[in-house]
């Protein structure tokens, strides 16, 4: 299994649509702080300006896609100086609309001065935050994927089309189709951003990392067998750099050291192991490479901050 597929089959989110939204100049709306989720915003015509707290604002024309983490509040408009309402206040005055027989079925948001229009889907992703995953933690405050580049990454403008229509539907199974489709949307989403960030020199980050032709195929190494002893000079020989200049790229990319990162994975297989009801730890212990159970309890809440017993539990409970 390649390095993303294996991070990717570990991440449990569910992928949801606020509405579709119609907007008329002016027109200014605030969304969030949600902070285990990320947020999507489709651009289906028109065009607005973003801006995230700490962050340049970006402006979305025609066929733009955005996710963005929701730790922060964004706001949306069609210019800087346009007044801005919450998402809740805008869906409230919109739900309180007259029947409008050309209206689109499903949740509908309307919003402006009657100029200009502007028409998005808006939407979320909301992870699991129990979870530390490698994956999550590198998502950039803002995944900008411009219209242009929709077509680097095979169906991603397709499932883009075909996500807006599917929102503004109410066909037998929809809510099952956007679920799926949301779900193909976000991975699309990623690979597209990796294309773009590839030959990146300013750019960095887990993304980055898998992109990168040696410090990729460590991670690849290092997610297809978490079990080996894998030392910095191992992972180094097996893609023929030198220790140094190795742990020196891998720092800089990830942010953490080779070794760290071993074991972080290794938590990672162990709460997914744990997750689907494994119930001897010294067999969980022996997978990730650990050759005493004594030795994996101990990484294992060191890491996580519980006890794999009580990680277990925690996790059952849950599904009750």
């Known amino acids: 299994m390649d390095c993303l597929s294996d991070v990717l089959s570990t991440v449990h ?7 579709q939204a119609d907007f008329t100049s002016p027109w200014g709306l605030q969304v969030g702080p949600y902070p285990t989720h990320t947020g999507f915003l489709m651009m289906i015509r028109g065009g607005c300006r973003l801006e995230i707290l700490g962050q340049e604002p970006i402006f979305m024309g025609p066929g733009d896609l955005v996710l963005t983490h929701m730790s922060n509040s964004y706001t949306i ?19 309180c609309l007259p029947e409008d027989a050309a209206k689109p079925r499903g949740k509908y948001l309307k919003l402006g001065g009657g100029g200009a229009p502007t028409s998005m889907v808006m939407g979320c992703f909301e ?17 900008y994927v411009r219209a242009e580049n929709l077509q680097s990454e095979p169906w991603l403008d397709t499932t883009f089309r075909f996500l807006a229509a599917e929102a503004a539907s109410e066909r037998q199974g929809s809510a099952i189709v956007i679920s799926r489709l949301t779900d193909l949307l976000f991975i699309q989403a990623l690979r597209a951003h990796m294309s773009q960030v590839k030959n990146c020199p300013n750019s960095s980050g887990w993304l980055k990392a898998v992109a990168d032709p040696q410090i990729g195929k460590a991670l690849s190494l290092i997610h297809e067998n978490p079990e080996s002893p894998w030392t910095v000079a191992s992972l180094a020989d097996a893609v023929s750099m030198s220790r140094s200049s190795f742990a020196a790229r891998f720092q800089d990319l990830l942010q953490t050291s080779p070794l760290s990162y071993v074991t972080s994975w290794r938590m990672q297989k162990a709460q997914e192991m744990l ?6 730890l010294a067999d969980v212990a022996g997978k990730i490479g650990y050759q005493s159970e004594a030795a994996f309890r101990k990484a ?21």
């Open 127 to 143: 992870f699991d935050t129990n979870i530390n995953n490698p994956m999550i933690n590198a998502l950039p405050p803002l995944l």
């Open 300 to 320: 294992f809440k060191r890491e996580t901050g519980q006890a794999p017993g009580s990680f277990r539990r925690s996790r059952a409970m849950e599904l009750v």
């Open 13 to 19: 989110f569910k992928g949801t649509i606020f509405c």
């Open 275 to 280: 997750r689907q009801g494994a119930d001897n």
């Open 77 to 95: 408009q069609d210019q800087e100086s346009s007044a801005v309402i919450g998402l809740q206040e805008a869906m409230e005055k919109s739900a």
